[in-house]
């Protein structure tokens, strides 16, 4: 990550249930590491929630659950800027702009919009459809460089390199960056695990598909104990995994998990049934993800100091954006 060491980092994750293993592995363990060394920005996207349909108390709730779960995984308010998106506006008013930038044919192609919508697109919200303009304004606020995100969030930041690259041709400068997604090489698509071909999903109705941060470690046990495989051994090198969703997940997650590559995972595993690999599995991941929920558990007693570390997060946000879109409405030619 040496290139980052100039930029600035942003990501951000949505309070529409519970975080997972997927956003753990994929996102949130990248988002911790970085968080040493660079200036980041973490936000709780709750604009982007409301794309489908909340329950305003369950969303309330939500909100300030995942930032206690981001805060009890490692993410330091001291370190990092960590925030809820709806308390800085320049986030809606930037994503207004893009708007206007941005065109049908881009937004027509995202993958993720036409996933979401599903067959009613005609009932689909006009806010799930713009969701990517948002999302580019989130990064380009701060004018942030890096965006360590998991895979299936690569379309958006080609989006937003498009906006970015448009919106300084447009207005003849050079004033956004092309922000850069930093995908991790393992576990950067963590997949069911029920099913090596759909993705681990806080939206999949079977609670069994995923591991959830808040999961105890009997139910992380559990999980990963009935976690679908087939009946061959591991191979003993990456080839061998081919054609095996299930068994290529499982390596991919005791990769993420571990640090280890999946070569010298299989070099230790090759040949051996999931009898033995799944137990090893089950305490590796037992013994990172249970702490996070009983340490979540004690930050949710507190809700009030939860409530004033976002707050405190707001102010500092704010105070990068607002200068930030002070300079693109001289560029857009707004008065005052
Ligand atoms: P969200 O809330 O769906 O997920 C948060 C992060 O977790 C990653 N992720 C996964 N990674 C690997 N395997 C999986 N199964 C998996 N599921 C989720 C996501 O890639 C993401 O990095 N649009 C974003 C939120 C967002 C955002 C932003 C991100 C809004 N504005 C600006 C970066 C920058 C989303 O819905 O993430």
Redesign the pocket.
């Known amino acids: 990550m040496g290139e980052a060491k100039t930029g600035r980092i942003?990501?951000?994750?949505?309070p529409t249930g519970n975080l997972h293993l997927?956003?753990y592995?994929?996102?949130i363990k990248n988002w911790i590491a970085l968080q040493d060394e660079f200036e980041c920005i973490y936000c709780v996207?709750d604009l982007?929630a409301i794309t489908v349909p909340q329950e305003p108390v369950i969303l309330r709730r939500a909100i300030r659950e995942v930032a206690a779960c981001l805060i009890a995984s490692g993410i330091n308010p001291e370190k990092s800027i960590l925030f809820n998106q709806s308390r800085v506006p320049q986030h809606a008013e930037l994503a207004w702009i893009f708007n206007c930038v941005a065109r049908l044919g881009w937004l027509n192609r995202m993958t993720q919009f036409k996933e979401k919508a599903g067959k009613n697109r005609e009932n689909a919200t006009v806010g799930l459809y713009a969701y990517p303009t948002l999302?580019a304004a989130?990064?380009l606020a701060y004018r942030a460089t890096h965006?360590p995100?998991?895979?299936?969030?690569k379309q958006?930041l080609e989006l937003t390199r498009d906006i970015a690259a448009a919106f300084n041709s447009m207005f003849d400068s050079e004033f956004f960056p092309l922000p850069e997604p930093q995908i991790q090489k393992t576990?950067?698509?963590?997949m069911s695990l029920r099913d090596g071909s759909s993705?681990?999903?806080k939206s999949d109705i079977s609670d069994a598909t995923r591991i959830n941060l808040t999961d105890s470690a009997d139910e992380i046990a559990q999980k990963i104990k009935r976690a679908k495989t087939d009946p061959e051994p591991l191979p003993s090198e990456a080839k061998g995994l081919e054609g095996r969703p299930e068994a290529t997940n499982l390596v991919g997650i005791f990769s993420g998990l571990s640090g280890r590559p999946a070569e010298d995972i299989l070099s230790e595993y090759g040949g051996q049934g999931f009898g033995v690999f799944k137990p090893v599995l089950a305490e590796l991941c037992v013994s990172q993800i249970a702490p996070i929920s009983l340490e979540m558990n004690k930050l949710l007693e507190q809700p009030d100091e939860i409530d004033r570390l976002l707050e405190k997060g707001a102010a500092q946000a704010q105070a990068i954006a607002a200068p930030i879109l002070a300079e693109v409405k001289q560029l857009v030619g707004f008065s005052g």
């Open positions: 942003f990501s951000g994750v949505q997927g956003n592995l994929g996102a996207v982007h999302m989130d990064i965006v995100v998991g895979e299936d969030q958006h576990a950067a698509r963590v993705k681990m999903s």
